[in-house]
């Protein structure tokens, strides 16, 4: 299992503090040695040998860059560095660049173009404003590119991209990945990431006033089945359902189901007679939702798909009336567009990107900020749903989740997740590990479908899903 400390995922900022702490316990030195080390043996590991070429920044990040040369010409490649600026004098960087003895060439496009591969150490977590036209030139000039810590130009806290861009085929970081490794846009530059352990004293990590994880098991429990399980402890899930898209209530539902929700009714009023046609597993009641509110065992609500914002008017301020855990989704995320505030009492939302800007405005090149800010302002878990799906709770938590596929971007698939997400808070999870939780399920549903599902097929992967979410998290 993933201790919750592995999955942390530090802020360059977060790390500058962290490297403050690690300096009276390891030096510097040590630990650029050790970093320097690890991207040399990556890069050996990755490719054959060749003609690479190091950029080295001013920072430590061009320091880590004067090791992985010299270790690199050590094993027999042929090696060249060229240097943006000097090191900073007395400094780690300064010692480093003193211990290479290899050819030194100018910081140009020229010289770039013609090493095979071209390791990118110009700047890493210390990057705070977008590299110059000289560098951007350089690296485009590149055939293959190799970054250390983080590719110049993209930014560690938010995966935005500081300028433009030719592609990493590898970035190789130190201690813990960056949200930037798993933030888009910038992920999609960084080709494979590898994280080196390079001797950071655990124990200090865990006293670093970081908020960030990745999404994976360990972070959360999801409940397991146990003998004396009955319907009612694996949780009972209820839904709206409105009378012109049928089918995104049925697929919120089916999500409820096969994630394993004991228990799953559809509210359907005048609609009933339709919905009493589908899988017969699934309860529909008739009777006003005031009547069905009487029933406290109903607790988790998922209240959205498949409504029309009149439809969500009539219902969701009844069921905040009522107390109830509610689950904001689609139309019910329409009916607050501008008014956010209207969203106030839902335990979480899920919008897509489309949703969330209707909701909040656009939310910039910092969607990780953007979500916590929102959540913050409503009191409420934040699922911003995409490739990189950000989790953010009121109290500035958040999780990014990277495990997930393409597959999933298929009309129907955000319904079938809040059913995913009402299960878990039905079967007793926090609402920010239910979220989170919920992601990762339908994120390995979807990773368990073949190639171009359907929002159906998810359905059938949810149950064994769920199971390795179980398993992981032990
Ligand atoms: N996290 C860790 O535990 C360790 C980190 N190390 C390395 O240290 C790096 C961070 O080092 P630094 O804090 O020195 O930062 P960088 O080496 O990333 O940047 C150095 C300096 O460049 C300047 N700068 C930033 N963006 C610029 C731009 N666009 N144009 C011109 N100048 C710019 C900054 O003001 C900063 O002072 C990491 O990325 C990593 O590679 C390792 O050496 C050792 C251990
Ligand atoms: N490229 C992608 N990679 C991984 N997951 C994706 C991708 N695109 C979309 N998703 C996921 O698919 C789901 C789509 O939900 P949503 O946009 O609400 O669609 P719909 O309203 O049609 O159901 C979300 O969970 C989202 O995170
Ligand atoms: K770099």
Aim: aromatic share 4%.
């Amino acid at each position: 299992m993933m201790h919750q400390r592995q999955l942390l995922l530090p802020s360059p900022s977060e790390c500058g503090e962290l490297d403050k702490r690690a300096a009276s316990i390891v030096p510097v030195s040590r630990l650029m040695e050790n970093a320097g080390r690890a991207v040399a043996r990556a890069v050996r590991q990755h490719a054959a040998p060749c003609r690479v070429l190091v950029l080295c920044g001013p920072g430590n990040n061009g320091g880590d860059g004067y090791v992985a040369a010299r270790h690199l010409m050590q094993a027999g490649w042929s090696v060249t560095v060229a240097a943006l600026a000097p090191p900073r004098a007395g400094g780690p960087a300064a010692e480093a660049a003193e211990k290479w003895t290899g050819p030194v060439v100018p910081f140009s496009a020229s010289e770039a173009g013609r090493a095979d591969i071209v390791i990118d150490a110009v700047f890493g977590a210390g990057q705070n404003r977008p590299p110059s036209a000289q560098i951007v030139t350089v690296l485009a000039a590149a055939r293959r590119i190799i970054a250390v810590d983080m590719l110049t130009g993209v930014d560690g806290a938010t995966g935005a991209l500081l300028c433009d861009l030719p592609a990493a085929e590898m970035t190789v970081t130190f201690v813990r990945l960056k949200p930037g490794h798993l933030l888009y846009p910038g992920r999609q530059y960084l080709g494979e990431v590898i994280c080196a352990d390079i001797g950071m004293p655990e124990a200090l990590i865990a006293e670093i006033s970081c908020l960030t994880w990745r999404n994976e098991p360990g972070l959360w429990r999801v409940p397991e089945m146990t003998a004396e399980s009955h319907k009612y402890t694996r949780g009972v899930v209820s839904l709206c359902a409105g009378a012109s898209m049928p089918g995104a209530a049925r697929l919120s539902a089916a999500g409820a189901r096969a994630s394993g929700a004991g228990l799953v009714r559809i509210s359907a009023g005048a609609q009933a007679a339709a919905f009493r046609l589908g899988p017969p597993g699934l309860i529909v009641d008739a009777e006003p939702l005031s009547e069905l509110l009487e029933d406290e065992r109903r607790k988790v609500w998922i209240c959205g798909p498949g409504l029309t914002t009149d439809e969500v008017g009539e219902v969701l301020p009844m069921l905040l009336d009522a107390a109830r855990t509610v689950v904001a989704d689609a139309g019910a995320l329409g009916w607050a567009a501008g008014k956010p505030e209207k969203l106030k009492g839902v335990a979480a939302i899920t919008p897509h990107l489309g949703e969330f800007t209707r909701l909040f405005g656009k939310p910039g090149s910092d969607r990780l900020g953007a979500a916590r800010e929102a959540a913050h302002l409503l009191g409420t878990v934040v699922v911003l749903k995409g490739p990189d799906t950000i989790v953010a709770a009121p109290d500035g938590r958040a999780a990014i989740n990277a495990h997930a596929s393409p597959a999933l971007a298929t009309a129907g698939s955000g319904d079938t997740l809040s059913g995913v997400i009402g299960t878990m808070l039905a079967a007793g999870m926090t609402t920010w590990d239910g979220c989170c939780a919920g992601v990762w399920i339908h994120g390995e549903a979807g990773l368990r479908s073949g190639a171009w599902p359907i929002a159906e097929n998810f359905d059938q992967h949810l149950g064994a899903a769920r199971d390795a979410a179980i398993q992981l998290g032990k």
